[in-house]
């Protein structure tokens, strides 16, 4: 008689969860996120990885895809799908849910890549950056990017250094496990020098100072003037700002037209969704990322208290004319778009 009673309750305890579980299909669904109506055929566009503090591997954090072994029958997706896009099949709203990140939320059912389906708390997703929501319509292609090798190429080309005294440190730069082996054992390197002395010549044929340069960087966005339509830029050290900023070890960069470049132009939804996604710090400034089209247009020697010695010869300043701005959400530089300013 007990083992009866247990079978009909652990019978009426599934059937609850199962009916618990059960969702309304809704025919469309306004996101209070990014403020779009989304119906079943739309299109949407996949972004990167949320960051996980809990793990280095690649996991979204809102995509998952059905999973028999898990207690929930589901699981995260861990296969990168950026910047691919799904058509929506279903738009379903849950009231209660075994898995945490479907409970009282709607949840998308997508036609993922190479048949996959894929379902996505929609509103997390759009939080966590999961969603391209606004692409990014300005494209640099062909355009170099500022880096800790272009940064050395720029300087060596400004000292006119010679190629065979450099050859070791370029090395390391592109290639720095190969770079300590050499360090380890210079004999190989002096026999393998010839090679690094023709990479590194041609190297230097083809990055110039005033050449156009993509530089990323993080920026800080204060609060947005519906009025005028824009953001104003931040001031700030450690990120975009007036003051030169360090960019390697012994190097600087300086935006000399940055008052030029103090606030950026954005569509009200654009704006609207921006500060939906991004959490304001205590001065109610919220970090974002910039895109900066400039050029390099010469390279100065920071004073050096006391006079520059060999030991110290003081930090290079890279400096820089903006030709334009672009302002991103995410620090891929495909979305979403928040607002950009040109140069007049």
Not at 53 to 75: E, Q
Request: overall charge positive; glycine content about 4%; charged content about 25%.
């Amino acid at each position: 008689m007990r083992n009866s009673f247990l079978l009909i309750f652990l019978f009426v305890s599934s059937a609850y969860t199962l009916s618990a579980q059960e969702a309304e299909k809704l025919k469309k669904y306004q996101s209070p996120v990014s403020k779009r109506v989304y119906t079943k055929g739309d299109t949407i566009w996949v972004g990167e990885p949320a960051k996980n503090v809990f793990t280095t591997a690649k996991k979204y954090a809102d995509i998952f895809v059905k999973d028999k072994k898990n207690v929930c029958g589901y699981r995260e997706l861990d296969s990168v799908i950026a910047g691919t896009p799904c058509v929506i099949k279903t738009i379903l709203s849950f009231k209660e849910h075994c898995t945490f990140e479907f409970k009282n939320v709607v949840v998308l059912e997508l036609q993922g890549p190479n048949n996959l389906t894929l379902f996505m708390p929609l509103d997390k997703a759009l939080q966590v950056k999961e969603v391209i929501v606004f692409p990014n319509p300005v494209k640099y292609a062909g355009t170099e990017a500022l880096d800790e090798r272009t940064v050395f190429l720029l300087n060596l080309e400004q000292s006119k250094g010679t190629t065979a005294d450099h050859a070791l440190k370029y090395c390391k730069l592109i290639n720095p496990e190969k770079g300590k082996a050499y360090e380890q054992n210079l004999p190989l390197f002096e026999k393998e020098k010839k090679e690094w002395i023709q990479k590194l010549d041609a190297a230097r044929k083809i990055t110039h100072l005033k050449d156009t340069f993509i530089i990323s960087l993080p920026a800080y966005l204060g609060k947005f003037s519906f009025d005028k339509g824009e953001f104003q830029m931040v001031d700030n050290p450690l990120m975009y700002g007036s003051k030169a900023l360090k960019v390697t070890t012994d190097s600087k960069l300086l935006f000399d037209n940055y008052k030029s470049f103090i606030s950026i132009r954005s569509a009200k939804d654009n704006a609207d969704f921006f500060q939906n996604v991004t959490t304001p710090d205590y001065n109610g400034n919220r970090k974002a990322y910039a895109q900066i089209k400039a050029i390099c247009t010469s390279i100065t020697k920071e004073p050096v208290l006391g006079g520059a010695t060999a030991e110290n010869p003081g930090n290079s300043i890279l400096h820089f004319t903006i030709l334009e701005i672009v302002i991103l959400d995410s620090d891929n530089a495909d979305y979403n778009f928040v607002g950009s300013r040109k140069l007049k």
